[in-house]
């Protein structure tokens, strides 16, 4: 407890002198505004005392000085309503001062509203208003905040699901070939059958040349006159034409083979 106290106490201390310090300064920048100028608190002056209070800028601590002849003549501080009828009945604030001046300090911002003493010369133009402006006070450093700063977003974040593609349509079936695929060719079929034929070809011509043709007719020989030898006969050359054949065939059945 005497701990929390303790920065409590210094707190409070601070702001007691910082309260202080605002209030020297404002004090120190406060100034004093003769009111009418050269002329002074008159009636009927050269320049109207609403146009002179225009001119200047009043704030909180600034002093008005009223200077006027005392033996006939005064300051009041009254309502808005007196101020407008010249009402002195019943004055808000009488200033007496010494010497024909008085003073008035402003103590809060707002309107202050001032007529003579005597209502003939308030008629006449000695009466004024004054706008005071508010205090300013100073900007507040901003606070400091013992938050961490907000962490970057990361960017190991997953990305976005991607939208599957649509499947392409099934391609219609191809129809059918009623036709059947052609066979396939097998060279060794092709020789076996070659082959086959070769030897057909050989039994038939073997045959046929061994089968007994029937003698051709011979006519008889005219007796030569001569005595020369006769020619060979068909039969003889019909028999190498066959042998001749044959060896033909032979020859053939072996290359095939």
């Given amino acids: 407890m005497r701990m929390m106290a303790r920065p409590l106490g210094a707190a409070a201390a601070a702001l007691a002198v910082l309260v202080a310090l605002l209030m020297t300064a404002s004090s120190s920048a406060a100034r004093e505004f003769v009111v009418g100028g050269r002329d002074g608190w008159t009636p009927n002056p050269g320049e109207p005392h609403n146009h002179w209070a225009e001119r200047n800028r009043f704030q909180v601590n600034d002093t008005l000085v009223f200077r006027y002849n005392k033996d006939v003549d005064g300051v009041l501080r009254v309502t808005q309503s007196h101020y407008d009828a010249c009402d002195t009945s019943s004055p808000v604030l009488r200033l007496d001062g010494g010497g024909g001046e008085s003073r008035f300090v402003f103590p809060d911002s707002g309107s202050y509203f001032f007529i003579s003493a005597d209502a003939g010369r308030c008629k006449a133009g000695e009466r004024l208003i004054v706008v005071v402006l508010a205090v300013r006070s100073p900007p507040l450093p901003p606070p400091t905040s013992s938050a961490p700063p907000p962490k970057p977003a990361s960017s190991s974040a997953p990305p976005p699901p991607q939208t599957p593609k649509p499947a392409p349509p099934p391609s219609a079936p191809k129809p059918a070939s009623s036709s059947p695929p052609p066979a396939a060719s097998c060279p060794l079929s092709r ?52 042998g001749g054949v044959l060896a033909c065939l032979i020859l053939g059945g072996a290359a095939i083979l």
Avoid at 217 to 240: H, Q
Wanted: aromatic residues 6%; without cysteine; proline residues 13%.
């Fill in 191 to 242: 020789s076996a059958s070659s082959a086959s034929a070769a030897a057909a070809v050989f039994s038939f011509r073997w045959e046929r040349l061994l089968s007994p043709s029937p003698a051709p007719l011979i006519a008889p020989m005219p007796a030569g006159t001569n005595g020369t030898d006769t020619p060979p006969s068909k039969s003889s050359a019909a028999a190498l034409r066959a």
